[in-house]
């Protein structure tokens, strides 16, 4: 089973700032399987991100995946207040095996 | 609009059973598998169960494999998760979510909570 790490755990920004976010596996994921999620208090997760770093319909270009491999990352470029929220990587695998990482809590310092 | 709405959610006591419902609307439901996604409380997202447009191919994570069954009804635009033997650990929301690829629309979840 892969297993993501997502870094760090809990990061404090201010609007208007770069959000750098980021998932390692613990082996090689096909980038076509790999997707962002955003979660909002007493909400459903939301897709933001697949293959890596194709943006979901109406998610603004603030937000941008990258990487291959084994490490992905989620960057938001300019803060806005609606981003503080807990953020996901996910990947597919074999027999539809989906894991998730333990999440990122994006928080307004 | 595609809209999925959970139901059957509720406390259920340990060993107990529960049949988590997720009606579906505005897409053709038949043309896409779905899953269910659980969320324990103040906890991240586990994938539970998988199921194929047709119905004819299953998956479930270890953690519930023997005890919940994910299924379809394509003439009733319905989803459904059959558990049984609910543990306390089982304690979570239960999102449906439609896959094309990933995830693309989730519910807004139903609440399981197993406790005597």
């Known amino acids: 089973e892969i297993v993501l790490t997502q870094s760090p755990g809990t990061l404090s920004l201010s609007p208007g700032e770069r959000a750098t976010l980021s998932c390692r596996a613990s082996q090689s994921v096909t980038s076509s399987y790999l997707a962002w999620y955003q979660q909002k208090p007493g909400q459903a997760p939301r897709l933001l991100i697949s293959?890596?770093?194709t943006r979901a319909t109406g998610i603004p270009d603030r937000f941008s995946g990258s990487g291959s491999g084994t490490d992905f990352t989620l960057t938001i470029s300019r803060l806005e207040p609606e981003d503080f929220a807990v953020y996901y990587c996910?990947?597919?695998?074999?027999?539809?095996?989906?894991?998730f990482g333990q999440g990122t809590k994006l928080e307004i310092k | 609009e595609v809209q999925l709405v959970e139901s059957g959610g509720g406390l259920v006591q340990p060993g107990g059973s529960l049949r988590l419902s997720c009606a579906a609307s505005?897409?053709?439901?038949?043309?896409?598998?779905m899953n269910w996604v659980r969320q324990a409380p103040g906890k991240g997202l586990e994938w539970v169960s998988y199921?194929?447009?047709?119905?004819?191919?299953?998956y479930h994570a270890d953690s519930v494999e023997g005890r919940f069954t994910i299924s379809r009804d394509n003439a009733k635009n319905s989803l459904y998760l059959h558990m049984s033997s609910l543990r306390a650990e089982d304690t979570a929301i239960y999102y449906c979510a439609r896959a094309f690829g990933n995830f693309d629309y989730w519910g807004q979840g139903t609440l399981v909570t197993v406790s005597s």
């Open positions: 293959g890596a770093s």
């Open positions: 505005g897409f053709t439901f038949s043309s896409y598998s």
């Open positions: 199921i194929s447009s047709s119905g004819g191919t299953t």
């Open positions: 996910q990947q597919y695998g074999y027999s539809h095996q989906y894991t």
